[in-house]
């Protein structure tokens, strides 16, 4: 890139995304009063409170799913809150969430406010900036990401591992490495390494951790780290038959949704008793129109086995507006005192003793 | 199941799901017409020639991706005959089409004819119907399909598999039973595994497969199978690699979308040239308002280095209307004659060789 | 403007939006086909039935609702076919399509393929061309449109007319005027004009004439055509009396569909019998969970009273994708034959004189 | 309906749909953390501070427009507060807002909470229940509505109206009878008439004031009301001219974003110079991509030469969620303080002598 593009490059990165602070904001009597309204108004506040029936039942394992682009839009506080405070137990997850944007931030990367109009992808392209509908990313910061994931790669044993446990291993890199120090506290991935929540992401090479993954096993060709997907499988299936009361939180549909929602056929494959999910929230805005999964209701899913319809709620909503009032209606209700630090991490390095 | 439920399951699959046929349908001169109009008839109609132009470009390579529930909608046929007239050349796709819906008929099960309205999901659970939107499953029939893909797991070697690799032995399963010998000759898995056409399922345990998988790895806790995602991610790239012009042909969005985006980015990362995709069609209802991957447009894939924008359309509608009328247009002017039968399964082969 | 300025709105205007002639496109066996496919279609193959079952009773009267921008669109020549063929037998419609599309082009004008991308509009602003999605319009030619309502106004005798009346004197005007003799024959206020069918707009001001109509009005304030929107309800009450039989074909929802659904609670309201719509098909985009009216099922309408649920059928698709192949389907199923022309025009004339 | 029907339309009318009170929560600092988040959040954000921008311009009239079922779903509140503040200087609505719901919530009569699940639409029909989505309303209450403007059409003096001079007739009449004195005070139309509001309906007769004017038209064929569209035209114009600058705030598409953004072209027809609306913010879920109006940008309104591109801000949430936030921001930054009170209706009234 030449001076001028540099400079056009500074230009259109300068104001960065700034994540949603839910403990300031008390939306309690707001959501509260949305009750008594109708259409999405009346299913957020509903949504917020079975979100929060989750919390008030200590028995309860709560799954939170993330599909779309959450925390390049501002989200990563709320989800972290959720998850210091108990409020979240296991994490499903696309890769870009997790690594190109929650992994990126941790590295001391910024997503940018940009803008979907006026802009000629094109010029984008040759400045190297990535376009997010109105948000701008540094592609030579990813590139740093990509190359991270990469090194991680090659420290460790060359053997199949399950997202989860990869994951597990990005935490402990930031753990290990001071110079991160400002920025980890923020994360997703490091928060849920010092709370032992795992994280799954079915389709882990389908982000920034691909790349890495890609360049790790072109150059090793004879031995390398695999990740097994139905490891994946295998071990959220566990985290069920650990704590069969189950409750999921649903942002976007996609592959987080359908794979927690598998779980409990899983355990029916193993011969196991596990009662279908009690309480399921969705925020999103698909259609159920396609047949697609996405949009699916949970009504259908109920006669798939998977989620009982006492308490489900699909709310018609963008996640970045919905997932801070329902996550914050909760977080104010205090209900998540009391509940335990599950430490499901613990629990899967447990069984895998047993079965080894 | 007593006799009343099994009479009232009886009642309710009664009629299937019948495959449409594009061979009967000559559509061109109505898509040809359409691009003349305005809105989505016209974005239709420059889909379909976009599309017939990566057949009508012999260097082309032409990428499909599946998201949705399109094969127990109805749209196997299509996407076979696309297969045997050389018009994909690689598949990518969510689990629940290749294996749940695609390899299950193959198996001589089938879709049956359902409905949304007036229907109780918690007595169709009774009944084990499994409901997607307007269609039902018998999901006896689908244990079956997952314990046979736990059978195929028992008679593998123990290794790390791509998704592709394990497809290709789930076909191969196939044209080794001549009990389904009525059912294959229709099969997306047997029709590529003839032909040598790579189906690659990013997230392949987020299906019917991870049930047999799962099943499998409990049982054999110390040497298993297992399913290397990153493997999948590394061998898309080979065939990009091996054929650098190429299209995409989307059918919703989705991690088959993305994955199939990112070679070309994998491809800078080993330091490889390879073009962008030069030639892409999405067909889609999915919105790009929020952000998120699956609605967001091509031209912002082109910030990202992915598609070039001079052959792109997004087509906003529902994919059992668009895709007959996309594909039936390519098939009936014929493009296809004379594109090689690229088997990209036997340089995928050879690269694994050339590594080992 | 200026000769540069000239020569780029020339630039910019020379492609011409084309009608679509589903005369030429035989979609019977295609759209059949769907019907044993699932999602829309099938929902699109059983409406393509029930627009047929129409036909086919020949007791019922078929209204026909128009929102969007359908006839910009390509849709005009669909909609003429099934006039002349006494498909539909009266009209209910938004402003725009009636008089700043139909009446325009009947007048000798076009409107232009254009583009939503890369497109300031500012400048088109500036060049006097407005755009509708991706089409152009010029606006001095839509001027002479407004120009040509308000020259109608001070023909007319001073009174309230209803929207169907005031159309019908631009039938009229076009009929009188052979120098559009060479653009009326394609026109839907024309061909209705010719045959009886009545046109109502309820929002008739929201539109070009209502331009035509300020002109006049502000120019004549003591002594105007007004327009009586009353009288339109009034009237089209009374088609619903004089034929009680009826089924609707609604492209899109807005005032048009709730107008036309109306007419079965306004005949009761009227101490008259009258049987709630026996069909009813509507294509629409609209999502029902918004509570709006547009997306509002058809079963939500009978509970209403308006619409029975035996025939009845929501196509969710785009209007110049789906309209084609449903009016096409019955088209080609050549049911219309035997129906009579109704010329419902005579009947409320004769009314008039009844109420007089 | 016998005494069963009885009780069960009782037990399904239980529960009323209460208005939520924007003076009770304050966003303010929500709502603009959000403006540094991304997609749907931020533009709510920048919506809000748009509409909060015309309530500190002083010389700025503000117009609403409302379409789809909103008062029924509770934001009654909400707007009524507007007008008090004078922070809404004229209203254009659908007429079920107006009259169907606000109105005859004025007369006593309330909505209820319903549902949308395990409902049949022809058990509702026969209860004389109608379901707006998942809200429930007593058909037999709507009766006496309609009635009520049918008498109150007896009551005027024979001769064209615009909506705006028959609404406030209806405000009028709710001043006027104090029956209704506990109802009044949170009625749209009975704060605008007491303020001067006008209110504006163009498709007047497509509601229950149609059912009012169609039995007195029926009966009363030879000298009776009429709703003259032209006339509103003509008045909303007027407003423009006698107030230029202004700004939008639209709750939905439809008729009312039309007829508001048309009156700028009415003006120029007219041959006075007015501006472009200065400011435009509309709420909606409609879909750019079927070239309607209802989600066609308002970058699109401006190659009309309708709307100014500076402070225009599309927010794509559903109303119930989005309108009690941006009205809620507005109001609590108290901009609307030493707003004016523009009672123009007082100005019609005079502009009426003039022209006389």
């Not at 959450?70 to 409020?87: C, P, R, T």
């Not at 941790?106 to 109105?134: C, N, P, S, W």
């Not at 090793?220 to 990740?227: K, Q, R």
């Not at 985290?239 to 359908?258: D, H, Q, R, T, Y």
Request: aromatic fraction near 8%; proline fraction near 3%.
């Amino acid at each position: 890139m030449n001076k001028n593009q540099n400079s056009r490059k500074q230009e259109l990165l300068q104001s960065t995304i700034q994540h949603i602070d839910i403990k300031q904001h008390n939306v309690v009597p707001m959501i509260d009063a949305m009750g008594s309204m109708a259409f999405q108004a009346r299913n957020l506040s509903r949504g917020a409170q079975i979100f929060n029936k989750m919390q008030e039942d200590k028995e309860c394992a709560v799954f939170l799913t993330l599909a779309g682009s959450l925390i390049s839009a501002g989200l990563k506080g709320v989800i972290v809150d959720l998850i210091k405070n108990n409020m979240v137990d296991a994490i499903v997850s696309t890769g870009a969430n997790i690594v190109d944007q929650d992994f990126f931030e941790a590295l001391g990367f910024k997503h940018y406010v940009g803008t979907q109009y006026g802009i000629d992808d094109q010029e984008l392209r040759e400045l190297m900036i990535d376009r997010i509908y109105d948000t701008f990313i540094d592609e030579e910061d990813l590139r740093i990401c990509d190359a991270t994931i990469g090194e991680i790669c090659e420290s460790l044993e060359k053997r199949p591992y399950s997202s989860r446990e990869f994951i597990r291993e990005m935490g402990r890199y930031l753990a290990e490495n001071d110079k991160y120090a400002d920025y980890r506290e923020d994360s997703i991935v490091y928060q849920c390494y010092k709370k032992g929540v795992p994280i799954f992401v079915p389709a882990f090479s389908d982000c920034s951790a691909g790349f890495g993954l890609v360049h790790h096993q072109w150059h090793n060709p004879d031995s390398h780290v695999s990740i097994d997907s139905a490891k994946d499988f295998l071990e959220i299936t566990k985290v069920k038959l650990a704590n069969p009361e189950s409750g999921i939180f649903m942002i976007g549909g996609g592959v987080p949704k359908n794979f927690v929602q598998d779980i409990v056929v899983a355990c029916d494959i193993l011969d196991k008793e596990a009662p279908m999910h009690k309480y399921a929230v969705q925020i999103t805005v698909a259609d159920e129109r396609d047949g697609a999964l996405s949009g699916s209701t949970l009504k259908e899913a109920c006669s798939w086995g998977k989620v009982d319809t006492v308490y489900e709620q699909m709310v018609w909503a963008e996640a970045t507006i919905a997932m801070p009032l329902i996550a914050g209606y909760a977080y104010h209700k205090k209900s998540y005192e009391g509940r335990p630090e599950r430490n499901f991490n613990k629990i899967l390095d447990k069984k895998k003793l047993q079965h080894a």
